[in-house]
Structure formats: structure tokens, C-alpha cells
């Protein structure tokens, strides 16, 4: 044994555990970016599984393209995922969800960035200050956290300059000026395709099919009507569609009846209270249904249940 180097072996060991003991308790008190902690994949899945209603090819696409994202430990892009539906259907919920599997605190971490196209970049006249904003906001949080997480929502109303203004950092760039924004993840909401998703799923209901037998290929013609060929959403102005910088299109299905009744019962659980299916049914026949005839689909999805709820 050589007693100096003997020393300075304990001495870096100690100071390797002293720094890890250090950061681990540094991170229980204050949030840190954990790039290289692996997805739970399991926990993911059981979230979607129990608090997701009636949304079976969602589930399915946003666990591969998660799980297969955060498992590639050389990513050659950003996740991006763009999620379409009508209102109420758990767009705004799944990234919520998705979220807190990537980042416990959620929408409240410091790594996960919700921008609402009519709140944050409401006046067309102000595009190039917005533009020069997000830029910056986006350079300095992928710095400080590579696995930095942006949500937008209304995608349909954003404006095209502001889609300009991010497709820098959705290709397949090693770095852009000395960040590299591979690791981060992309998640854009819209309204667009909705009408022709809800199409599909009455077409499958009029066939006496069942709604968990409609896949994901049933349903990628219809969306490529509905927003790669439609000359109206921002995304076909934008050109992040041919340039393939959406990584995953996920439809959400219109939800029935039965996903209301769902949603309620949730609700009463959230607030501790116990299930009183009386007040499940009469909060589920408050809504309103379409098609006019046949009154399949909530019109308003899932969303008015908790302030109606608050009635009874
Ligand atoms: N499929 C679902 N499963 C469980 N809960 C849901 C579902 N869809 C909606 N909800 C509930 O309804 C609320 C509103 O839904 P959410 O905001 O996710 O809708 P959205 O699809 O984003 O609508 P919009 O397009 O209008 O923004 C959610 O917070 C959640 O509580």
C-alpha cells in the first residue's frame, strides 16, 4: 500500500459521496432537472390507464412515443407530439399527466412550460416581440434543463409566425447556437381534426362496431385531411408537417355518455367525498349530446363536470 495514494483514493471517494449526498438532499428541498432519470414507464402507463377515459389509441400512442423517447439515450430530435380532439376530451389532462411522469411537480415545475396561444400572444401586431421572446424563453430553459418539457395549447389559433419562430428547435440539429435541444419535448393541443375524428367514431357506432376497436390507422386518413391538407390550421402555414417535425399526430375520440358518468365519479373521489350515483346521473344528463338523433357524444366532452358537479 502506498499511503498517499491510499489517501487520495478516500479522499475523492468521500467527496464523490459528500457531493451526492449533498445534491440528493439539495433536491428534496428544491426541484432539480433530473435529465438522465429514466421514465417510469410502468407509472405511466397505470396514470393513462385509470384516469384517462375512453381515449384506448392515445393511451397507446403517447406511451410508445414516450417510453421510446426517453429510453434512446441519443435522440436525434425532440419529442414533438401534437394531440387533436374536440373540446373537453382530456388533451390539456394527458399532458398534465405526461408531465408529472416526466417532472413530479407537473404544470407547477419549473421544467414544464404551458404557453395558451390567445393569452400569451394575443395581438397579431406584436408577433416579432413574441417571437424574439419565446426564442430567448426556450434557449435559456433547455439550457438550465435539457429535458424541459413546452406545452401549447390552441394550437389551431396560433399564428404562424410563432410556429416559425420554434421550428429551429424541433429539427434535427445537433445544437443551435451551443444548445442542444434533443432531449426536450414538444406538445402541441388543437381543436383541428376534431369534426372528422368524431365522424370516424359515429361511423364505427352506426356499423355496430365497438369503440375500442378503432385504431390508430382508422383514424391517420382522417387527420390527414383534417390538418396536414387543411390550408387553414397554422400547422399546414407553418410547414412543420412537411418538413416531418411532428413525431406523433394522437387523436382523441369524442367522449360518450358512459366516460361522462366516469368523469364524475373521479371528480367526487378528487374532492373525498363518497360516489352518489343519483347525482352521477343527473350531473351526466345535464349535458348535451350530438348527433341530434342519436346523442352519442358530449359536446363539451368531460369539461363543465366539475363546476356543475358544484351545483349538487
Ligand atoms: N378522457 C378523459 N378522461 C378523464 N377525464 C377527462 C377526460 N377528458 C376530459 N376530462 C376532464 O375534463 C377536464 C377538461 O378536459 P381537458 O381540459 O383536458 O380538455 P381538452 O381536450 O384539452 O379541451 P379543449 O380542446 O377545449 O382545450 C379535465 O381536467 C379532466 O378533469
Redesign the pocket.
Known amino acids: 500500500f502506498e499511503p498517499i495514494s491510499v489517501g487520495i483514493t478516500i479522499g475523492a471517494v468521500s467527496l464523490l459521496t459528500g457531493y451526492l449526498s449533498y445534491k440528493d438532499i439539495y433536491c428534496r428541498f428544491s426541484e432539480c432537472c433530473r435529465e438522465e432519470q429514466p421514465l417510469n414507464a410502468s407509472a405511466l402507463k397505470l396514470d393513462l390507464e385509470e384516469?384517462?377515459?375512453?381515449?384506448h389509441v392515445?393511451t397507446e400512442v403517447i406511451l410508445k412515443a414516450l417510453t421510446g423517447f426517453k429510453n434512446n439515450k441519443n435522440p436525434k430530435k425532440p419529442l414533438t407530439l401534437s394531440?387533436h380532439?374536440?373540446?373537453?376530451?382530456?388533451?390539456?389532462?394527458?399532458?398534465?399527466i405526461v408531465a408529472e411522469n416526466l417532472h413530479p411537480k407537473g404544470l407547477k415545475s419549473n421544467f414544464v412550460h404551458l404557453f395558451v396561444s390567445t393569452l400569451h400572444f394575443p395581438h397579431e401586431q406584436k408577433i416579432k416581440l413574441y417571437q424574439d421572446q419565446l426564442q430567448k424563453w426556450i434557449r435559456g430553459n433547455v439550457s438550465a434543463c435539457a429535458s424541459s418539457v413546452f406545452i401549447f395549447?390552441?394550437m389551431d389559433k396560433l399564428h404562424p409566425g410563432i410556429i416559425d419562430a420554434i421550428k429551429p428547435f424541433l429539427d434535427y440539429y445537433e445544437q443551435v447556437d451551443g444548445v442542444s435541444y434533443r432531449k426536450a419535448i414538444f406538445i402541441f393541443?388543437?381543436?383541428a381534426g376534431?369534426d372528422l375524428i368524431t365522424k370516424t367514431a359515429l361511423d364505427f357506432w352506426r356499423a355496430g362496431k365497438k369503440r375500442e376497436d378503432i385504431q390508430l390507422k382508422d383514424l391517420e386518413p382522417v387527420l390527414s385531411v383534417g390538418v396536414f391538407n387543411n390550408k387553414h390550421s397554422g400547422l399546414w402555414h407553418s410547414g412543420l408537417i412537411d418538413r416531418n417535425l411532428i413525431d406523433y399526430f394522437i387523436p382523441?375520440l369524442p367522449?360518450e355518455y358512459r366516460?361522462v358518468k366516469?368523469?364524475v365519479q373521479?371528480?367526487m373521489r378528487a374532492r373525498g367525498s363518497a360516489i352518489d350515483e343519483d347525482i352521477v346521473t343527473r350531473v351526466a344528463e345535464e349535458m348535451t349530446f350530438f348527433p341530434k338523433d342519436e346523442k352519442i357524444y358530449s359536446d363539451?366532452?368531460?369539461?363543465t363536470?366539475?363546476s356543475r358537479l358544484d351545483f349538487h
Open positions: 384516469k384517462l377515459f375512453g381515449q392515445a394531440l380532439g374536440w373540446a373537453g376530451t382530456g388533451k390539456n389532462f394527458v399532458s398534465q395549447d390552441e393541443l388543437s381543436n376534431g382523441f367522449l366516460h366516469m368523469c373521479a371528480e363539451k366532452g368531460c369539461k363536470v366539475q
